[in-house]
């Protein structure tokens, strides 16, 4: 697929949205079936005159140990993992990008981890070319929070920025928390990892690239963020909207599906504000299902791509077939 | 309008939402114009199987002064309610609660102050009578936060319960914040009448009455709440759905609907947490103004209840007509 330079130039989202530019900028004329692709490490969607593709950074394996889940014993654990049909002795993670196509312009929101970690993961850009989007043309990213897996892949080992001119969008209080260097000095030394992860990429970014915003705001006609703070003190989920059709993705609001979904009270080892992230999870996934829109998730395997529905105290994860 | 006890006994959500009980329950044959009832202090509208009735607690006059935005300069907030057509000296500050009827029961979300403050205040029950609600008949209270004029309605100045038969729904996080007796003591002497406040409530409330609840659950099937922290720290708004109609109580998500609503990044005084309060003003609102559903807020004016939509940086209230 190629952007349409004509409509870039022109600014054009609001005349897209009026109906005046051809839909074919951002519309596909096939997507392939989901089975097909996830072998090649990508899932397209269509969403209104937008598109949807889940991208895959790859997956590692995660030893289960009693403190993954903070609020619930191993073997509760290990039993919601049976019930799904998954091994109970570990955990497959799943990092997965997704790349928004709308009035244009390409979007990426997380971007996994370039070649910063094990060769299990890095690999996006490869999943990307498989769905034919060439990495180059991504015109902006957009960041749930900043944990290293989610922003590592803005810049390389070596130093080289992946995105030069992409614009990085990122929740305000997300930013001032990491980069705030009081509170790394304050931080117990076990902490501090995360806060070196964020000075690695961001340290030296170029300022004029870097958009704060404030959660909840709009990023560009169509694409809406939702505060949804709790995993991380600025965690945020996008929104896209075309022709009435919505796709959310809520980062890490819940991590693995299996558990966290299914169990909504259950907390994660990685949820900073642990009550908070209950909370915010309970009020997404419920919106969520009550609205019925596609819905992605980061470590959701793929598809990545599905529907939530209310089941009992809980969630049901429904992936796209 | 009676409450059907058969229904009421049966605990008959579920039968209810599947269809096997007659709407006729919660469903009254005839509403009044909106202009007709303001004069007599309610507004009502079906929504759904539901009816929805704002009920004003009266409207206090303050004082304009620089304090009351605590981001945008005096002569800007004047302006903004010059172009709403409002007097710019000071601010006649509404209490709207509302009674939300469903499957045969009455909830009532927050209270406003009883006999506890001036005599503008505590029309709750002469309003509610005249709607034709009475106020023994409500099964459950759910409130948005503990600020003492969203909570003193539920005891009098005497000491006496206003409703001694009803659950009390609160936030858990909320409720955990206020009770904690180290965190008044530690609390400078300006901010320790909140603590009070809720000490003359809920000191020696019954226990069983009181249901804490994680923001974002189900209170029952069609009762749903979003947590919408900041204004306080387990500040929650309150959803109510019918037959795929929605109603969405934002409590103080936003204060005036002039100031706040009008310009979201603008923080009211009492936003405890100024930023994050504002943060989720925009997801709410935004939210709202998407899914285009009934709104309501405490603070907005009779008929209190409107829709929400996007207007450059910020939103425009559009109240019932």
Redo the contacts between chains.
């Keep these: 697929m190629q952007i349409n330079r004509r409509t870039w130039l022109l600014g054009s989202s609001s005349l897209a949205m009026a109906g005046f530019l051809p839909a074919c900028t951002t519309t596909p004329t096939s997507l392939k079936p989901v089975a097909q692709t996830i072998s090649a490490g990508y899932v397209q969607h269509k969403l209104g005159n937008a598109r949807i593709t889940a991208v895959s950074d790859g997956v590692t394996k995660r030893a289960l140990d009693a403190g993954f889940v903070r609020n619930a014993p191993l073997p509760e654990v290990q039993a919601a993992l049976a019930a799904a049909g998954l091994p109970t002795t570990h955990i497959d993670v799943p990092y997965t990008c997704f790349v928004v196509e709308l009035d244009g312009k390409r979007y990426l929101l997380d971007t996994g981890f370039a070649d910063n970690a094990s060769p299990q993961t890095g690999l996006l850009h490869t999943h990307m070319r498989a769905a034919g989007i060439d990495p180059a043309s991504i015109d902006a990213v957009i960041l749930t929070h900043m944990h290293g897996d989610h922003i590592n892949g803005l810049r390389r080992k070596d130093g080289s920025l992946v995105y030069p001119r992409a614009d990085v969008f990122v ?1 305000q ?1 997300e930013f001032t928390f990491w980069m705030d260097d009081a509170r790394m000095n304050a931080a117990p030394e076990a902490a501090r990892g995360g806060f070196q992860a964020v000075r690695r990429v961001f340290a030296n970014y170029p300022q004029d690239k870097i958009k704060q915003f ?5 990023i560009a006609a169509g694409i ?4 949804a ?1 709790g995993h991380t003190p600025g965690h945020t989920a996008i ?1 896209v ?1 075309s022709e009435q059709k ?1 796709f959310t993705f809520i980062g890490d609001t819940a991590h693995y599906p299996a558990l966290f979904v299914k169990h ?2 259950w907390q994660v080892q990685f949820d900073m504000n642990a ?2 992230a ?10 969520l299902a ?2 019925g829109g596609l819905v992605g998730g980061y470590h959701f395997p793929l598809p990545s791509l599905g529907h939530i529905h209310k089941a009992g105290s809980g969630f049901d994860w429904q992936p796209l077939t």
Tied chains: 1, 2.
């Design positions: 929740a209080p404030v959660p909840g705001r709009q809406s963020t939702i505060a703070f929104a909207q919505r909504p009270d009550e908070q209950r909370a915010t999870r309970h009020t997404l996934l419920s919106r009550d609205e």
